[in-house]
Structure formats: structure tokens, C-alpha cells
């Protein structure tokens, strides 16, 4: 399979997956059917950019999967029901029920087990699409990278106790409520009014403050709650901190924003840079991960943004790739320790003919390099 931006699809493409709207979660089509002109048309409408196409360029290439299909659907209905608690606890004035939380909590520790059983393979948020809603879908990829960043961070790093000291032990505990935090990190913006939360253009300054408020909207919400922790509550709070301390609400900086925080915001602004949103198209992944990577020390940890660049793949598997001698191609397989030098599947020559598929492992071909992602269809095979 690859992904194929909606506009170079052509008539009897046969689709991957199914597409499945973003806002409210309706299947469009089915994998298996093949684009007609009317579906494209559709697709256009519904503002969906990529499809996954099945065809022969790409057989034996499959999208990366960082959760099961089980997991997925009950992350999505535990996060929809927390979402709804709240609204009703916001009009009653109540807190969120603990039957809630503990939902919440097994949903985080199931998504942790996925994350770990998977802690060999590269991360890639693509497969996550198919979650319905903008929120729905955030909750839950930033609550997969982030415990993918949380796990690998405490591996290597470890967490620092209030005395100071480094320390290895009660991780599983301490991840769970990373998780819990990570699910309910957006949960402040059931408060902030759904016309400055929809619009699709720039904010005015008030509305900016009226958006800013939902980190600490959510902390409040949070605080009379049982079953919900301290950590859990910190990555509400504290997820829009800045590292250099140009964040909000508390304009903390460097390791006086919590760890947790720290890994959160990383995970945030990478999903929200590849999403689509009201305001903005879904940039590819690869740009995304320039962006985290360029402001390491400046908005971001650098130790977490460390370990971001050896979880996530810029160009996951099924992207178009143009490589440095002109030569273009479909990424194979990612691995972990090569997420920047992937296996690449290579069908047009660098004098632009289309060849019979021939496949270079760029982490042993240090004269390729991958130039950047391609947006033109690729030629059909000429054998
Ligand atoms: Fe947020």
C-alpha cells in the first residue's frame, strides 16, 4: 500500500483502507473500492488529503500499526465518555465520576502494552487516522507517541525523585498515569467557547487568551477528582510550557516543567502539526519532525527530543521518496535504529524511466539520501 495525495489519485485506484471522515467518524469508502470520479470529488469535499492505494508499485508494503484495531476502538469510546462526563459534571458543577478515571486508566495501561509489545518498530501516527474526530483522534495519538517517548525516556533517563535523586523503579505505575494525563491533556477545551475552538482563520488576541485557558481549565476540572494523580494532573497543567520558558500558564522552564509535561508538549505539537485543523493543512510527516528537531532547546527538551528522533519515522513506510541522484521511490520498512535511513523501493531512475522495483537500504548506501517526499504520482511500471 501507499499513500497517495487525494488530488493525484486516478480513476479505477483500488483503495487501501477505509477512509473514514475526520469530523464525525462516517465511513466514506471501503477498502477494496476503486475511485471514481465521484468519489474523488467526495473525498475533496470531505478534506481528505491522503489515501492509502493498493497496487502493484507497492505490494508487500503495509502501513506501520502502533496499536490493534481493539485497542484503538476502546481508547476512543473511553476518551469519548470521559469527554462526556465532563460536560455534564462542567453543567452540574460535579467532579468526573471514578468510574471514569478508572476507565481512563485501564485504557492507558492497555495502549502502554500495545506501545511496548511494539517497542521494536519506528512509531508512525498515519495508521491512527482512522479514529473519528479532530479530538478523538489527538487524545489518542498523543497519548500513543507520548507513552512510546515516555517509555524509551524512562529506559534510558529514568525520572528524578523530589530529592533530587535518579531513579529506575515504579515505572509501570508512573507510565500508567502518563497515560491518563496524556488522554485528558486537551480536556480544558470542553470549556473554551466551540466558535473560537472551530474557527477556521487566525485567532484575535482574546480569543488566544480564551484558547490558553484550557490547560489550566482542565487542571481545575481535574483537581476534585479522585483516582487522578498529581503526575497525571501536571501534563494537563504543564503541557504547553516552552523549555526556554515562553510556554504557558506557568512560564516554567527546563527541568522545572515536569518530565512528563516535557514528553507531552513534544508529542502535542508533532500531532498537531500533521493533523488537519480547522485553521491549517496536515503538513507531512517528515516536515513535522524537522520542526520538533529544529527547536530542541528552544521550545523542547533535547533529551526528549532525543529520544523523539530515534522513535518516530519522518518518512513512514508507503511514502513517496525522491532520493539525492533524482531517483524515486516508496519507503519499505522502517526500522528503529534507522528511522532517518529507511529501506527504500525504487521505480523510476534518476533520468525519470520507470524500472522494474529494486530496493536499497539507505543505512548501508550512505551516498542516497532521501531529498524529500513525493508528491507526483508515480509512473506506472513500464515492464
Ligand atoms: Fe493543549
Redesign the pocket.
Known amino acids: 500500500m501507499r499513500l497517495v495525495a487525494t488530488e493525484h489519485l486516478n480513476t479505477g485506484d483500488r483503495i487501501g483502507r477505509d477512509i473514514v471522515t475526520s469530523g464525525d467518524g462516517l465511513l466514506l469508502l471501503r477498502a477494496g473500492m476503486r475511485i471514481s470520479d465521484s468519489f474523488q470529488r467526495s473525498l475533496r469535499r470531505a478534506g481528505i488529503t491522503a489515501v492509502w492505494i493498493d497496487d502493484e508499485l507497492s505490494a508487500g508494503i503495509e502501513p506501520l500499526e502502533m496499536l490493534r484495531e481493539e485497542t484503538r476502538h476502546r481508547a476512543v469510546s473511553a476518551i469519548r465518555s470521559a469527554f462526556q462526563d465532563v460536560s455534564q459534571s462542567l453543567v452540574q458543577g460535579g467532579a468526573l465520576p471514578a468510574d471514569t478515571i478508572r476507565k481512563m486508566t485501564a485504557v492507558a495501561e492497555l495502549i502502554g502494552r500495545d506501545i511496548a509489545d511494539n517497542a521494536q518498530s519506528a512509531l508512525a501516527l498515519n495508521d491512527l487516522a482512522n479514529a473519528d474526530s479532530y479530538t478523538m483522534k489527538h487524545s489518542l495519538a498523543v497519548t500513543a507517541l507520548g507513552l512510546a517517548l515516555g517509555i524509551r525516556a524512562m529506559r534510558r533517563y529514568g525520572w528524578t525523585d523530589h530529592r533530587g535523586a535518579r531513579r529506575f523503579d515504579q515505572v509501570e505505575q508512573r507510565l500508567s498515569q502518563l497515560g491518563v494525563g496524556l488522554l485528558l491533556?486537551?480536556i480544558?477545551?470542553l470549556a473554551v467557547p466551540p466558535e473560537i475552538l472551530h474557527k477556521p482563520g487566525p485567532l484575535t488576541d482574546d480569543e488566544w487568551t480564551a484558547m490558553r485557558a484550557?490547560?489550566m481549565l482542565g487542571f481545575q476540572m481535574l483537581k476534585g477528582t479522585g483516582g487522578i494523580s498529581a503526575l497525571a494532573r501536571s501534563v494537563v497543567r504543564s503541557?504547553?510550557e516552552r523549555w526556554d520558558g515562553t510556554g504557558y500558564p506557568d512560564r516554567k522552564a527546563g527541568v522545572a516543567i515536569h518530565q512528563f509535561a516535557r514528553i507531552a508538549t513534544v508529542a502535542?505539537v508533532f500531532d498537531a502539526l500533521t493533523s488537519e485543523r480547522p485553521y491549517s493543512a496536515a503538513e507531512p510527516a517528515h516536515r513535522a519532525f524537522e520542526y520538533v528537531v529544529s527547536r530542541a532547546g528552544r521550545d523542547f527538551d533535547p533529551d526528549i527530543v532525543d529520544v523523539f528522533r530515534s522513535s518516530v519515522a519522518p518518512y513512514p513506510p508507503g511514502t513517496g521518496v525522491v532520493l539525492s541522484d533524482g531517483s524515486r521511490g516508496l519507503v519499505k520498512e522502517v526500522r528503529p535504529a534507522f528511522v532517518e535511513c529507511p529501506i527504500v523501493r525504487i521505480v523510476v531512475d534518476p533520468s525519470g524511466r520507470s524500472i522494474p522495483p529494486r530496493e536499497v537500504d539507505l543505512s548501508t548506501t550512505p551516498e542516497l539520501t532521501i531529498v524529500s517526499e513525493d508528491v507526483a504520482p508515480l509512473a506506472p511500471l513500464a515492464v
Request: charged share 35%; net charge negative.
Open positions: 491533556h486537551d480544558g477545551k484550557h490547560s503541557h504547553h502535542d
